[in-house]
């Protein structure tokens, strides 16, 4: 089990570019989720889906942000244009939520930079 | 409001010296309370799911507890490597597969 798998794993992008964002996560899991980690607000949600279907997108900051799941096994999260304040770690994880007990599994991140 | 907080933000104990991490949370109803650690430059990594006042859940040096208003992270005769950024995060009634996610305790195992 290779795991949640995202890429790019660093992203220096300039101010006004679009940056895109990729995520693969376990296979047979049906649950995926987006999240931003700053120093300043931590870990937070941006959007998640089940079964592929967008269920909560309140954390998303604006419509510069948007996400996709065409398929089980990808997702994007694009940012369109960027801006500095966007600076952060982005995560992807995901679950297979019939699963009480089991717990969400997390990329490794994309560490994003924009100048 | 839903909140989840975590203290102390930061502490530093020397190898052997066992202490408690804390996460209270103030929900309107808890469906599980996870706790993650989580190491420099890598995603979080899931440690325990717990879900009802009393449960234990133990793992190696770390027992994780819960009461109805905070969860404990005990960590027992801690060496380096367990060094990291602890983590809880709650599922809360009515809010689907949402995980809401403290700001974390940062801990540091010294020789």
């Known amino acids: 089990d290779a795991g949640v798998i995202q890429s790019p794993r660093h992203e220096v992008t300039e101010m006004g570019q679009e940056v895109t964002l990729r995520c693969k996560p376990i296979s047979g899991h049906n649950s995926l989720f987006w999240y931003r980690q700053t120093m300043m607000r931590g870990l937070e949600l941006l959007i998640y889906?089940?079964?592929?279907?967008?269920?909560?997108d309140s954390g998303m900051p604006e419509d510069r942000f948007s996400a996709k799941m065409p398929n089980a096994s990808f997702s994007t999260l694009k940012i369109q244009p960027s801006e500095p304040r966007d600076s952060a770690v982005y995560f992807c994880?995901?679950?297979?939520?019939?699963?009480?007990?089991?717990?969400?599994?997390f990329g490794s991140g994309t560490r994003l930079t924009v100048v | 409001e839903d909140q989840v907080t975590q203290s102390p933000e930061a502490l530093r104990l020397q190898e052997g010296e066992s202490s408690s991490l804390n996460c209270s949370y103030t929900v309107s109803g808890l469906r599980g309370l996870f706790w993650y650690r989580q190491d420099p430059g890598k995603g979080p990594e899931f440690l325990f799911t717990l879900y009802s006042a009393g449960e234990e859940k133990e793992k190696e040096r770390l027992k994780a507890t819960l009461t109805k208003k905070e969860s404990f992270l005990h960590i027992t005769a801690p060496k380096p490597e367990d060094s990291a950024t602890y983590l809880c995060?709650?599922?809360?009634?009515?809010?689907?597969?949402?995980?809401?996610f403290g700001t974390g305790t940062q801990l540091k195992v010294e020789l």
């Open positions: 889906f089940n079964n592929n279907v967008p269920i909560d």
């Open positions: 995060a709650v599922l809360i009634t009515g809010g689907g597969n949402k995980l809401t």
């Open positions: 994880a995901s679950r297979f939520n019939r699963d009480r007990g089991a717990g969400y599994t």
